[in-house]
């Protein structure tokens, strides 16, 4: 009778074989003679081309009437997050599409909005309120008007982007900086749009202001 013994070379630690998406699954490596099957190197990315070049010297000398072909594992293992990254493109296209045509309805409204407060302007100004009081009071209206949409937008943002998690089996928490931050840079981006209509209706003399009107 045949006695088949096997053994265990060694134990590897716990890795992620395939993607994020895939939880850790349980693996064995087991080695077989005579199969035709690739080889796993692991080289120094320092000086990759004479690396390669001396892996198919040493190639054509022991396998000559084999072909020699490799690829890179990590660009095999990148691939499986191929459509997150087109994702990431497309999004990253529409979000700045959208902020510069959020920037355009938000000058011209600054505009509309400063030319029928003119007279406010220089009536306050008038009664002793100084240019930067001026200017405060209308960053202050469309800081308002901004902060005011802010909960529809993050409220649809941490839906999408839950969303989008569930799809991971390894995920990272939305932690509150994924969203004070962008609440912040929104209101600097408004801010410096609004800025140079306001501060030039601010400066204004007021008696020209108020004879216009």
């Known amino acids: 009778m045949r006695r088949i013994i096997k053994l265990v070379a060694g134990v590897v630690k716990n890795y992620h074989q395939e993607g994020l998406k895939v939880n850790q699954e349980p693996l064995i490596f087991r080695f077989f003679e005579n199969v035709n099957n690739f080889y796993s190197l692991r080289v120094n990315p320092e000086n990759i081309q004479n690396t390669l070049s001396i892996i198919e010297a040493q190639w054509r000398k022991f396998f000559p009437n084999n072909p020699y072909d490799f690829f890179f594992l ?117 801010v410096i749009t609004v800025s140079s209509q306001i501060i030039k209706t601010a400066n204004v003399n007021p008696a020209n202001s108020l004879r216009h009107e």
Do not use: H
């Open 74 to 190: 990590e660009d095999y293992y990148n691939e499986q997050y191929k459509n997150e990254l087109q994702f990431k493109k497309v999004l990253s296209l529409f979000s700045l599409v959208a902020i510069i045509i959020a920037c355009l309805g938000l000058f011209g409204l600054s505009s509309y909005t400063t030319i029928r407060r003119t007279r406010e302007i220089g009536i306050r100004k008038v009664m002793g309120s100084s240019a930067l009081n001026c200017i405060m009071l209308l960053i202050k209206f469309f800081v308002v008007q901004v902060l005011i949409a802010v909960p529809i937008g993050l409220g649809t943002g941490y839906f999408i982007m839950s969303a989008w998690l569930k799809n991971f089996a390894y995920r990272v928490e939305l932690g509150w900086w994924f969203f004070v931050i962008p609440v912040l840079l929104l209101v600097a981006i408004a």
